[in-house]
């Protein structure tokens, strides 16, 4: 049994134009010790993935749907009662966002925000909590932490805010830490030392991660295995190194042919794919990607295709061109 | 925050001088003689000449600025022209109903105000959410004399709880202080909470869609705690900001109501001295509401630096 496993999510929210399914069918596997990422342009569905796994969506007016199963340690989190998934929510799964400025509350200190989230897991005294945090955010590291307890998140920079909000997730050791675009925001120099931290913590404590990013250099170097997202619905998933070199789904190929490479030709100008990620609810019948694909076929666009096996042992795709 | 503090403070004085200039011009360039005022129509203009030497009129305007304002700050504001009273006797004496007034209305506003607010908030989407706006439009619609009047029928008139008008000092014993209030307080008080309502919701709304709410839900935070700890904290400012605003208005805005309930309140007595052309007695009245508004601001400005570390800091950079 794996630590935690997704079983065909379905994510829909309740709009103007009735019901949009913003995840049509997830299913992925994490296992202890396990780092896997999402990779995906904006408006994939790699971010509502993640928030339906925690379930950060209001559900009290009903404008959200889930369908499938999470299964953490074997329980059903998706259908527990709303307060009952509070539990488990930053003691069992955390998270961390990608802007940190944003994400931390700005009237509280970063110490109260960590103790906060102590104390609402553990039985803990304040005093002992605040040690708790002082330490937390030492191992982030987060110079004169003993200091920087008491500083409100713009007293910070911005990658020590995002090694305050690395403190907070991580403040009841959660078993699965959930990284959604944790670097994006942050200087170069500064995502490689949060990236190389988040990989510590993944082999010091054994944390599966779910890494969701749209820089594959970090998941060809960090992960094992990886899942392309297209338009809310798994593309490609497969082991990452077999992935990157022989990518199967048009999409997948589309996006590693657009990250430059000290080969690239400079005179030519850098490869893109055709188009935008189009609106969910302009999704067909046909495959969610066909519109801009340059193999689609007319069945391409009234048919979709399933995710099958294809290749080696683990690698799924979404296309017919590998039936 | 001491120096976001001294800030506050400096710009609280300068506003203040501005306004005793502004008041002293706006009487001066009126056209208004007190000393005709005062002797009335059938005055030979030697008698008028001697009255103007008398009250200092025949200096010119920035001598009598300065000694308005030297007597300003040892607490004389001068005689009525009308009554023979002391203005800043006057000033007290219609102060402290709309003062007592003022304070109920805006208790009244804040504490329906807010928490109807955050519900609506809360309950998006919902039937009560609807309920809460259409009251909310309703109680913004409804004039505060009709409402008063309203009140006054069926509390006064129908089931005889609360007297009919009129004003008890607190010194006349605290619980006949209060029923006299009650329906003016409510009269003003709705049409502000209505206000507050409508505030407080689109401050929670925006604050709830926050990605710090996320974060909050996502270490486990209840949903309660959520609503009136962390996103209630971050609407502050402006839910602060319309009540500072509409504490303000009920000081100088109340002469309807004061009417209706007959209080004698500054209102009613800066109409009654408008009708006379009793300036002196405006001067102050205007004097002292400009007074409250800025003192109401100043609080304003603390609440925001006690409220948001962020603003604390403005003075650092």
Known sequence: MSLLEVKNLKTSFKTLRGMVTAIDGVSFNVDKDEMVAIIGESGCGKSVTSQSIMRLYPETDQSVEYEGEVLFNGEDILHIPFKEMAKHRGNDIAMIFQDALASLNPVFTVGDQIIEALRIHKKITKKEAREEAIKLLEQTGIPDAAKRVDAYPHELSGGMRQRAMIALALSCRPQILIADEPTTALDVTIQAQIMEMIVNLNKEYGMGIILITHDLGVVAQHCKRAMVMYLGQIVEEGDVETMFKHPMHPYTKGLIKSVPTTKTDKDKPLYTINGVVPKLSEAGDGCRFCDRCEHATERCFHECPSLKAAGEEGHNVRCFLYE | ?317
Request: charged share 15%; net charge positive.
């Open chain 2, 1 to 317: 925050m001491a120096k976001y503090m001294g800030k506050r403070f400096l710009f609280t004085i300068l506003t203040l001088i501005l306004v005793t200039i502004f008041l002293f011009l706006l009487t001066h360039v009126s056209g208004a003689d007190p000393a005709k005022i005062m002797l009335g129509t059938n005055a030979t203009p030697e008698a008028v000449e001697a009255m103007r030497a008398k009250l200092g009129l025949d200096r010119p305007w920035y001598v009598q600025y300065f000694s308005w304002i030297s007597d300003l700050l040892h607490g004389d504001l001068g005689t009525s022209y009308y009554r023979d009273e002391k203005v800043s006797d006057l000033l007290v004496k219609y102060f402290k109903p709309t003062l007592a007034l003022a304070i109920y209305s805006e208790l009244i506003a804040i504490i329906i105000g807010v928490p109807m607010g955050i519900m609506q908030a809360k309950n998006k989407g919902k039937a009560s959410s609807v309920i809460i706006s259409t009251i909310t439009l309703i109680g913004l619609s409804i004039p505060g004399f009709l409402l008063g009047l309203f009140l006054m029928f069926f509390f006064s008139v129908k089931i005889k709880i609360f007297p009919v008008s009129g004003y008890k000092a607190i010194t006349e014993g605290f619980g006949e202080h209060i029923k006299s209030l009650v329906l003016p307080s409510l009269a003003l008080g709705l049409s502000q909470a209505a206000l507050i309502t409508r505030t407080t919701n689109s401050a929670m709304l925006e604050v709830l869609n926050s990605e710090y709410i996320k974060t909050a839900r996502a270490k486990g935070v209840n949903e309660k705690t959520i609503l009136w700890k962390h996103a209630l904290r971050n609407a502050m400012i402006p839910i602060i900001t319309v009540c500072g605003q509409s504490f303000a208005v009920l000081f100088g805005g109340a002469v309807v109501i004061e009417t209706i309930f007959n209080i004698s309140g500054l209102g009613t007595l800066v109409y009654n001295s408008i009708s006379n052309r009793d300036y002196s007695i405006i001067q102050g009245a205007v004097l002292v509401i400009a007074l409250v508004y800025v003192v109401i601001n100043l609080l304003v400005d603390v609440l925001y630096g006690i409220e948001d570390p962020r603003i604390r800091v403005g003075g650092k950079k």
